[in-house]
């Protein structure tokens, strides 16, 4: 018998029918002699229909008062889930309860729509289980010290399910979802990608965190800290195949050293994220300090800086850029426009929020060399213009005009042959 934690996303609740169909697996694990933790998501659409209502009423001032009301609000779409999935879970004849965040609670700091969890109290779960009880608890959510209701950011039942295997030293976490594991890029944009059978913890950390939406980073920062054995799978495949076959399937989050992996391919996946903005100062003096000053009073507003970007002199000038996210993009031009484009004596100010970064990732790029150039090939020959690269040991970036997305992600598919079974020397 082991504790066994399953999260079940968005489309995967997304109707009673699905619902039942998870009660139903469920069952079948509690059957085989397990202990279950299910983790559930909002039915899918239901997070953005909550949030666009917020939204509708205060369409601008994201104040942190209107933030605390935005999570009270998004963190009901998984209340619901968690009730509807415990009544399937009687209803096959099981004792099932459900629990919000702050029930069990899963404490977090008080960072609404991206708090980070900081401690799990799994007493009330425990003895839940011990008196032979599935726990259902919602994902996505908990509570700040002061008691209100926070949430973790989109996607954010992932880690609630990794950081609650994580606590109760689960033996296994399954996420499931609506594709059968993690493949070499997002298939619904290269349908030619291939499912992983496995994937090393550190790609899967990069690929989460260039853009890749099948699984939150954060999730994968718990797996990768607590090493919780973590698997990616379907949701859609019969509930009542055979439970060996089941456990078997998907993508295995591997902690395995490089070497151990004969034939890792160079690169293994391609990332894309559409959701960032450049922003560029144009002729500011080439001194030192001038990247701290544009950037500290940047982060000093708490606005996140992804890839940076300073060019060369001339006469003593430079341009200086840098991405953020999207949504930071019209305060952050703001604050350049206004504040640190006149403290720095910029000619002048420029945005671009139509941009987007893909990006290649393997750990096979550690001990390879001309993988980068390969991939500037591969662009260069469909006409796409590299606006920034960055680099670290197992990836490699280029911002692009979003219009060229989907053709630099099929290209570069295609030219790192992912379409193939991975070869040594790829
Ligand atoms: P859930 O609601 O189950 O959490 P998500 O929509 O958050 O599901 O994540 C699953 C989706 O992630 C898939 O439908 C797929 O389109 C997308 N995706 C992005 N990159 C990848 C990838 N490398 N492998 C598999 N799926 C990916
Ligand atoms: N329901 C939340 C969202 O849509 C959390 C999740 O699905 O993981 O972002
Ligand atoms: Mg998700």
């Not at 666009?52 to 619901?80: C, F, H, N, W, Y």
């Amino acid at each position: 018998m082991a504790l066994i934690v399953h999260k079940y996303g968005g489309t995967s609740m997304g109707s009673t029918d699905r619902i039942r169909n998870v009660a139903k697996r469920v069952a079948k694990w509690v059957r085989a002699g397990h202990q279950m933790v299910v983790v559930p998501s909002a039915m899918s659409g239901e997070t953005n229909r909550l949030l666009g209502l917020a939204k509708e009423l205060s369409p601008t001032s994201m104040t942190p008062a209107v933030m605390r009301e935005m999570d009270a609000i998004a963190a009901t779409g998984e209340q619901v889930s968690v009730g509807l999935l415990a009544i399937a879970l009687q209803a096959e004849g099981l004792e099932a309860v459900s629990y919000a965040g702050w029930q069990v609670p899963v404490a977090t700091d008080s960072s609404f729509t991206k708090a980070r969890i900081e401690s799990i109290d799994d007493v009330r779960v425990r003895a839940d289980l011990a008196a032979g009880k599935v726990v259902v608890i919602t994902g996505f959510q908990g509570i700040d010290p002061e008691g209100h209701i926070t949430t973790l950011g989109r996607g954010g039942s992932d880690t609630s399910a990794v950081a609650i295997a994580a606590a109760m030293k689960a033996a296994e976490c399954l996420i499931y979802t609506d594709v059968d594991g993690v493949y070499t890029t997002d298939p619904r944009v290269v349908p030619e990608a291939r499912r992983l059978s496995t994937i090393t913890f550190e790609e899967m950390l990069e690929m989460a965190s260039l853009g890749s939406k099948i699984l939150q980073i954060r999730s994968v920062e718990f797996a990768g800290k607590y090493r919780v054995p973590l698997r990616v799978l379907s949701s859609f495949t019969p509930w009542d195949i055979d439970i060996t076959e089941e456990a078997a399937s998907g993508t295995l989050i591997t902690f395995e050293q490089e070497d151990d992996n004969m034939e890792q391919a160079v690169v293994s996946g391609i990332a894309f994220n559409r959701d960032e903005a450049k922003v560029t100062l144009l002729g500011v003096p080439d001194k030192p300090g001038i990247a701290f000053q544009i950037l500290g009073p940047v982060a000093e507003a708490n606005i996140d800086i992804d890839v940076i970007i300073q060019n060369v002199s001339h006469d003593g000038k430079t341009d200086f850029s840098f991405t953020v996210h999207r949504n930071d993009y019209a305060r952050t031009m703001e604050l350049l426009q206004n504040t640190v484009g006149p403290a720095t004596n910029a000619s002048k100010v420029v945005g671009d929020p139509k941009i987007c970064k893909v990006s290649i990732v393997g750990i096979g790029m550690r001990s390879h060399v001309g993988v980068a150039s390969k991939m500037f090939r591969a662009l260069s020959e469909e006409g796409i213009n590299i606006q920034m690269i960055s680099t670290s040991e197992i990836k490699t970036s280029v911002v692009i005009d979003e219009k060229y997305m989907e053709l630099a992600v099929r290209a570069l598919h295609k030219a790192f042959d992912l379409d193939q079974e991975a070869t040594a020397t790829a």
